[in-house]
C-alpha cells in the first residue's frame, strides 16, 4: 500500500463521520480484505462484523454442509438480538411512561425492569446455545481458530 494511501486510511479512521469512502457505498467505516469484515459492531450480523457467515465461511474453511448449518445457527441468533432490540424499546417506552406520570409509577418501572432482566436473559442463553451449535458443527482446528478470532475481538459475539 502507497504512502499516500496510508496516510488516507488514517485520515479516514479519525474522522468516519465525514461520510462514505471511496468506493464503499455502505457508508461509515470499512476495514478492507476479502472477508468484508469490521471491528466492534460493524453493523447487521450481531457477531460484530457486517456478513458474519460469509467472513467465518471463508475464515474457517468451512465446507457446504457446515454453512448450511451456521447460516441457520446464525439466523436463529439474529432472530433472537432483533426481539431483544423489540424489548429494549418498550422497556424505554415503559420507562418514560412511568416518569411522565403524576405521582411516578414505581410499580411501571419495575415490572419494565424485570422485563428488561428476563429478555437479556433470553438472549444471553441463546448465545450459549448458538455457541454450543457451533462446537458441535466446527472441527477441532476451526473451532480454536474461532476462540481465537473471539478472544482478539475480530469477531465479537
Do not use: K, N, Y
Given at each position: 500500500?502507497?504512502?499516500?494511501?496510508?496516510?488516507?486510511?488514517?485520515?479516514?479512521?479519525?474522522?468516519?463521520?465525514?461520510?462514505?469512502?471511496?468506493?464503499?457505498?455502505?457508508?461509515?467505516?470499512?476495514?478492507?480484505?476479502?472477508?468484508?469484515?469490521?471491528?466492534?459492531?460493524?453493523?447487521?450480523?450481531?457477531?460484530?462484523?457486517?456478513?458474519?457467515?460469509?467472513?467465518?465461511?471463508?475464515?474457517?474453511?468451512?465446507?457446504?454442509?457446515?454453512?448450511?448449518?451456521?447460516?441457520?445457527?446464525?439466523?436463529e441468533l439474529k432472530i433472537e438480538r432483533a426481539q431483544a432490540d423489540v424489548d429494549r424499546r418498550r422497556t424505554v417506552s415503559a420507562w418514560a411512561d412511568a416518569l411522565s406520570g403524576d405521582p411516578f409509577d414505581a410499580a411501571k418501572a419495575a415490572e419494565a425492569a424485570a422485563q428488561s432482566v428476563q429478555s437479556t436473559q433470553r438472549l444471553q442463553n441463546a448465545v450459549v446455545q448458538a455457541l454450543q451449535q457451533m462446537h458441535a458443527l466446527l472441527k477441532p482446528e476451526q473451532r480454536a481458530l474461532l476462540a481465537y478470532l473471539i478472544r482478539t475481538g475480530k469477531l465479537m459475539v
Open positions: 500500500m502507497s504512502c499516500s494511501r496510508w496516510a488516507w486510511l488514517r485520515a479516514g479512521r479519525g474522522f468516519p463521520q465525514c461520510g462514505v469512502w471511496e468506493g464503499h457505498g455502505h457508508g461509515g467505516r470499512h476495514w478492507g480484505g476479502p472477508e468484508g469484515d469490521e471491528p466492534e459492531g460493524g453493523g447487521g450480523g450481531g457477531f460484530g462484523i457486517r456478513r458474519p457467515l460469509r467472513f467465518l465461511a471463508h475464515r474457517l474453511g468451512l465446507d457446504e454442509t457446515q454453512v448450511a448449518a451456521l447460516a441457520r445457527i446464525l439466523d
